[in-house]
């Protein structure tokens, strides 16, 4: 039996009521019937003292000690809460809308929009995000950016995971109808406490970039990743995510005298004004060595949202 679950039945049984160590035993059980021999001997070295003073307290030990073939009932007698999650459950998310003033390939000040949702298990986390940014000015569009990440990440132990990630792109004034990526490595919590995180990731990369002239370029890339948020006071947070890819032509190798680097630099900063209303103010660097023709390297965007937690 692992050590969290028999510690969980421990402080059940501190609490020193039959009815909750009933039910911890009970999905105990539930969760691993191999050990049923383990469960019913914690429970019934508990219930001995207390049996004569309280003969209530055997109600559990009889239940544990009938063996494997009380599971069913056990397990009916469990909170639903305690079953095991489904893939739709547990998930988390935040709406961002609000207002950007961009530099760079398409100067404008516009709409903007993102979807953040997160599901956190005991060893899976995932991340979906989904973005747009839009202006239309006298019947023509003058910028429209589209993104669409999926990232599942397995935690390998307390610091390290391992990470998967597929990304699209669409940037017309940057040059490109769509920009594929897909990506595999390891990561490490480096920072954890004082209200602080910082994530690092880094793995191998392959990207297609479908140009607007009709071609298409494909490439052996490099991912490093960054993720830092730091919450100053409970209603103040700052935020920092970085990711670089380094594109090597078709040819895999150190990243030394590759064709293509893009980098994207967010920062933000947010403040909370309830529960699940907050305020952001987010500055974006995004920086590509070798755009498409007519197109520059660098494009900066100043974001102010509100945001709505869910």
Do not use: C
């Not at 961009?102 to 995000?129: F, K, M, V, Y």
């Not at 390891?186 to 793995?203: E, I």
């Not at 660097?285 to 023709?293: H, K, L, N, T």
């Amino acid at each position: 039996m692992p050590d969290p679950v028999r510690a969980m039945i421990e402080a059940a049984i501190a609490t020193g009521d039959p009815a909750t160590v009933e039910a911890v035993a009970g999905v105990a059980l539930t969760a691993y019937p191999d050990a049923a021999e383990e469960i019913a001997a914690m429970v019934s070295q508990s219930a001995q003292p207390d049996a004569a003073a309280a003969p209530e307290a055997a109600a559990p030990t009889e239940l544990v000690e009938a063996g494997t073939s009380d599971v069913p009932q056990l397990a009916e007698a469990a909170p639903a809460a305690a079953r095991r999650p489904g893939f739709f459950d547990n998930w988390s998310g935040r709406g961002e809308v609000g207002g950007f003033k961009s530099a760079g390939n398409s100067p404008a000040t516009g709409l903007t929009g993102q979807i953040n949702l997160r599901r956190q298990g005991e060893d899976w986390r995932h991340n979906l995000r989904l973005a747009a940014d839009y202006r239309r000015s006298r019947g023509r569009s003058e910028r429209e950016q589209f993104s669409a990440l999926y990232e599942p990440q397995y935690q390998i132990d307390d610091g390290f995971f391992a990470y998967a990630l597929a990304q699209f792109e669409r940037n017309r004034f940057q040059g490109f109808a769509g920009r594929y990526a897909v990506s595999g490595g390891l990561g490490y919590r480096v920072l954890n406490g004082g209200g602080a995180t910082l994530d690092v990731k880094a793995g191998p990369a392959w990207r297609r970039t479908e140009l607007l002239t009709g071609l298409a370029e494909n490439s052996i890339a490099g991912l490093i990743g960054l993720d830092f948020d730091w919450a100053i006071t409970d209603r103040l947070k700052l935020t920092q995510d970085a990711n670089a890819v380094a594109e090597a032509g078709g040819r895999a190798v150190a990243f030394i005298g590759s064709n293509n680097t893009t980098l994207q630099l967010v920062s933000g900063i947010e403040s909370k004004f309830s529960e699940r209303l907050t305020g952001r103010f987010s500055y974006t660097i995004e920086y590509d060595s070798s755009p498409a023709a007519n197109a520059v390297s660098t494009d900066t965007q100043s974001r102010f949202t509100l945001v709505y937690n869910f």
